[in-house]
């Protein structure tokens, strides 16, 4: 590792703090708030309210978090240029945003969410303001129908301004996988290959669209990699996920935790006590808005492990069903490889594996598929 990779590493690590930071003093200012209130303890209440500047700390970890996510900024600019960090020009960092794929990729990002999430997010304010005590339900109606909406448009119009979408050519594939699909009873408007190699090395298929507008979509650094068998048996596991509806269930959860979540919001934007606890002397809907989005991480952060515990389950659910039409071993086999090629440890720590890994641990999983043994479904 070279000083500018250890700059970045640093850097990162710095704004990861900070954010940590900034987070633990809403956390525990919201605590020591809401116990002053139901004591009843009027001045300590008080004294919450009329405070109009964050504590020292939360300065400190704001003015960190700006800072660190600059240098963050000038170490990849410098690191993609060649060029020293003390040498570095504004000019320089202008450039790899302007010139290169990543800086090209994060530029129109940042421009779609403001094309995208702008307006959703003035109608969400307006709501709020216009639309009375159940303002809650009408938003939560508009960010479905916005969610619906994305889903079918990705594919089609979005996804194509970052990378290239080309039919598969290789027919004995095709041909492979349309025999898949009619064993598993899945309709497909097409299968594609993205030109992902321009970015990364990462190797992967996916599903998108909704409906009879789902199309299959391969890296080409996977059908590089990966011989057709073992294509056959990485598409079968994602298959998996659509028979067995785990996609649906988490539609479904998601709906469901948008409608609690703004409920909940709905009902704060009434509380003093909320806008009290965080600092904030005069309530106001935009200040309840980004409050919200502060406060939730903290207390959603605990139940991470439920979520990352339910999807493991799905994705031994998944690969048991791919070995039931494709083979285990070649499944086994592609893991293997695509880890390898990935970069991703095989041996994770198991504390860390069972907290945020969506997926079972490497050696767990391939241990699991060799163990079954299953021949491919003829």
Known sequence: MNATD????????????????????????????????????????DGFGRRRRLSVLARASL??????????????????????????????????????RVGKDWLLRLALAVLLGGPLLIATLLLMERAGRWW???????????????????????????????????????????????????????????????????????????????????????????????????LAHELGHFRLKHVRRRLWLSIAVTFVGLAVLGWLTGQAGFYAALGVPVPSTHAALLLFALVVPVFTFFITPLASLWSRRHEFEADAFATRHASATELATALVKLHRDNASTLTPDPVYAAFYYSHPPPLARIARLRASGAAPAS
């Open 6 to 45: 250890a700059f970045i590493v640093i850097a990162r690590a710095l704004h990861f703090a900070a954010c940590v930071s900034l987070t633990g003093v809403f956390a525990f200012e919201c605590l020591v708030a809401g116990r002053a209130l139901r004591a009843n303890d009027t001045e300590l209440g």
């Open 63 to 100: 003015a960190l978090a700006l800072v660190s996510g600059a240098a963050w900024l000038a170490g990849v600019a410098a690191n993609m240029s060649g060029e020293p960090l003390g040498a570095l020009k504004p000019s320089t960092i202008a450039i790899v945003l302007t010139e290169t």
């Open 136 to 234: 809650w339900v009408w938003a939560w109606g508009l960010w479905l129908a916005v969610m619906f909406l994305m889903a079918w448009a990705w594919p089609a119009f979005i996804a194509p301004l970052f990378n290239r979408f080309s039919p598969l050519e290789d027919q004995a594939l095709r041909q492979r996988i349309e025999a898949l699909l009619t064993r598993c009873g899945f309709a497909s408007k097409g299968v594609f290959v993205v030109d992902n190699s321009r970015r990364s090395s990462h190797g992967n298929a996916y599903f998108t669209g909704i409906g009879r507008h789902k199309r299959i979509v391969f890296f080409d650094t996977l059908l590089e990699r990966l011989a057709h068998p073992e294509v056959e048996a990485v």
